[in-house]
């Protein structure tokens, strides 16, 4: 959850640093570059250090964790430093924690200067690698993940490296022609299969234009935007939400929180080599056409039927350069699937609406239909209310913008108008957002009261209550979750948990786990007029705050435990707030003064019981205990094979077994929904009906959507 620290009077705990700090920095020279940097490592320092929830002790220890974090950084896959620079850079591995006292940038000047000039010899290299064909018969092997591999001992091992590295991307890009030229002769005769030698000379010149492409983004890369990198190294080892953003940085993120989006409607993150999906936006392009998900690695990117060109290794900047474009224009990504499986999606282009991200409801008749005739085959258990609701947004900025409580709030009224027996709401998916927003919506089904507590530097722990009395249903409610609800979603969750409120139903582990509050501070407004030649400056985006259950417990790390707990696919891997290192570590406070609801308690355990009893005997749900074991057998490292036919067995195999697990989650037959009078119609706006057609027919099919249904009827008997 961000909270927004701009406005200058939130600057008061950072400016007197600041300016000390400065005072200091004025009595040594500097270029115009290095001015610069000294006075943001300056602003970062002491942010970290007085502003930040869990300040770290400043020793070896975080000298030798930010020395890590940024040797990652800086050469995540080996190809260019070998072990002589890393052992330049390495007796300052120890140094860096009085070089941040410092304010000193002598460890970066020695590193840009290190990482620019290898990347800028590595054309060479890769030029005369790629300029005669690879040996495809012999038995060998590369690893695939480069955090187990070690730099090159001298330049023939760096060599061989990059040898097997292009041997690799070279042998996919052949691969994936001859499966596509053989796909298409299945269902056109007209075409002629090229032979492996005409397939293999177009991969190599295909991969040299690449690697001279990455080659020029690489070297493009400013000395602000690398020192950029090297101030994260820190601010990661204080906990992994906490980041510097420089100055493009900065201005992309508060375009982000505008909440509009353009292009195709996805998130995207950086995930080592890779491009990832991290998000799909609820009603935009990618969304309407399906097949893109949260953790598909975009491996290339076509502009309609044009070559696609190989994202691998790109920045998460240069690759949205390619995937946005104009209106009704189209781009076709290629993936690489959770399982291995890889598929070129194409997606009309279009304007993400803001709507898209607001609440919406629906009716669940309670009735199953066939799927085809539409014939019921199954009778109706009851009337449920649906709401669904994507994230936590509040009108901090225009009275008139949208307020995801109140919309709620509205949602509920409808959902009572129309006489529904029970209410799910659903926050699969849902990262989080507004503290204030999550407060109100649980108060829409418990009244006031307190809801969380919240924890930072300034006034120790405190509960946050929500102040309305009011209840706008107190009948028979669950909450979805999933591994991906985090933050708000999190404190909605546990506060109904705790309260006895309401049966959260999700994964068989917990939700995302993240239990910390983040504020940004513009660095633009933390330095004295005399300094306003360097701007701009950039932001921090500082973690302030820890927030707790009413209970006393906590969702960090730990996330919301569901009551009643579904097989999933990821059930053998780890995913949230675990996977990382430095997270911040669990702890508990005092319990808050609240008065649980007990009048569910008997219905609860009945639905538990039965629902367990239901799921155990659901073959749908027991698929995914195999397909789970798979995911995490291919989540584990890999030794790629360098033989063509040994590869294409590898290959070949991680589709067979992709396959057999296609629409896993998707029933046969159609849970009943129907349109309540606000919404859109063909009528009324044909772009939005279509939207609401395709939700409607995702929820028909949505297994777990199916057994929550159920869970409400019981609860409303």
Known sequence: MIQRLMQRKNLKYLLPLVVGALVVLGFKWFGPEEEKEAVIFSLVRDALTNVHLQPKEVGDALSEQVYENYLNTLDYNKLFLTQNEVDQLAGYKKELDNLFQLGDTRFFTLSYGLITRTIDASKEIYTQLLSEPFDYTLDERIGNNPESRTFARNNEEHVEFWRKHLKWRVLNRIYEKDRAQKEDAETDETVELKSFETLEIKAREKELELQNEWHEDLMDVSRLEWFGMYMNAYCEAFDPHTSYLAPQQNEDFELSMTGQFEGIGAQLKQDGDYITIERIIVGSACWRQGDLEAGDKILAVAQGEAEPVDVVGYKVRDGIKLIRGKKGSEVRLTVKKKDGARQVIPIIRDIVEIESTFARSTLLDGAVYDKKTGECIQE??????????????????????????????????????????????????NGGGSLQAAIEIAGLFTGNGPMVQVKNFQSGTRAKNNRSSSVYWDGPLVVLVNEYSASASEIVSAALQDRGRALIVGPSKSTYGKGTVQNMFDFDRAVPASLKQLKPLGAIKITTEKFYRISGGTTQLQGVVPDISLPGAYDGIEIGEKEYENALAIDFVEKADFTPITQWEKQFTKAKKSAQKRVASNPAFTKYEAYADWIAEGDKDKWIPLNYNNYLGFQDSIKSASEAYKNLSKLNDSLGIVALDHHPTVATDSAQAEIYHKWYKGLSKDLVLREANIIVSELAQ
């Open 380 to 429: 109706s258990i009851g009337k449920t209310g649906y709401i669904r609701l994507p994230k936590f947004y509040v009108n901090f900025y225009d009275k008139n913008n949208h307020n995801a409580a109140e919309d709620v709030k509205n949602e509920i009224i409808k959902l009572k108008e129309a006489g529904v027996e029970g209410m799910i709401l659903d926050l699969r998916g």
